[in-house]
């Protein structure tokens, strides 16, 4: 286990972590504004909290991580700062595909396969393909992502199963691009936004919501122990009455 995950273990509770984080990353643009630099300088930033956010969660034992990078309404960004998420994308598993394959991640990708570049596509695929049998940190991505499509093309795979069973959560969730997941218990949005972004909007039903004041690019290892502990403190009672703990 590494220094800085080390340091975050005072006050958190190993046997109580989320089985499943999820991450609304959002405050790039103003990470770079407020350094007078161009939004998509945040982005790169971002992607050193990703690297220590995904590592820490691998180290602490999380199993399920799921990070939202880019949603189906991120379209209508300017093309330029759409081309440079598209390559950061690539970039990103270029240089951390190994280093991840090493420590046991599997990647998956959640979102539809439309308007992404075929040379993100491929990319993207490589990933999947190359980490599909390591049974650590099972890592999400949520890229050209929207909760409403989710549920459209569950509904759409419904209507096309032959047989077709009685419409059940059970039958639906596993129409969901997060089949084989559990659901997630803390959603986490940085940025101090309140919002769902059209996110996991099946999946979060019940899930501990959790608002970080930092922007992205400074999440890093302390501000996730912080945001875990926060989670440590709910009693999660899924509409009884008893405290009860997963
Ligand atoms: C989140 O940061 C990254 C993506 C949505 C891809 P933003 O780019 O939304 O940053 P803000 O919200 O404008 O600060
Ligand atoms: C949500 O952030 C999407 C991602 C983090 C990928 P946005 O910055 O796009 O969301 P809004 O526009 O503020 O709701
Ligand atoms: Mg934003």
């Keep these: 286990m590494s220094r800085k995950t080390k340091l975050i273990l005072p006050g958190l509770d190993r046997q109580r972590l989320p089985r499943h984080v ?3 990353m959002d405050g790039n643009g103003r990470w770079a504004k407020r350094r007078g630099r161009p939004r998509v300088a945040g982005h790169r930033e971002g992607m050193n909290s990703v690297r220590s956010v995904i590592r820490t969660c691998g180290e602490l034992g999380i199993p399920h991580l799921t990070l939202y990078a880019f949603s189906t309404e991120n379209w209508r960004r300017p093309v330029r700062e759409i081309r440079f998420l598209m390559n950061l994308l690539i970039e990103f598993l270029n240089r ?8 046991g991640v599997r990647i998956r990708m959640l979102g539809g396969r439309e308007r992404i570049p075929a040379r993100v596509l491929a990319s993207i695929d490589q990933a999947i393909t190359q980490t599909r049998r390591n049974r650590g940190l099972q ?11 989710e549920l459209l093309d569950a509904v759409g795979a419904y209507v096309n199963l032959r047989p077709r069973p009685a419409l059940t959560e059970e039958v639906f969730s596993r129409l969901l691009y997060t089949a084989e997941l559990p659901d997630p218990d803390l959603l986490v949005r940085t940025s101090g936004e ?10 979060l039903a019940y899930a501990e919501i959790v608002v970080s004041p930092v922007l992205w690019p400074d999440f890093r290892e302390r501000e ?8 440590q403190k709910r009693e999660r009672r899924f509409g009884g009455v008893k405290s009860v703990h997963a």
């Design 22 to 24: 999820a991450i609304i």
């Design 96 to 103: 951390e595909l190994d280093e991840l394959h090493c420590q």
């Design 139 to 149: 890592l999400n991505l949520a890229f050209n992502y929207g909760g409403r499509r």
């Design 194 to 203: 309140y919002r769902l972004s059209n996110f996991l909007l099946w999946q």
């Design 224 to 231: 996730l122990g912080q945001v875990l502990r926060e989670y």
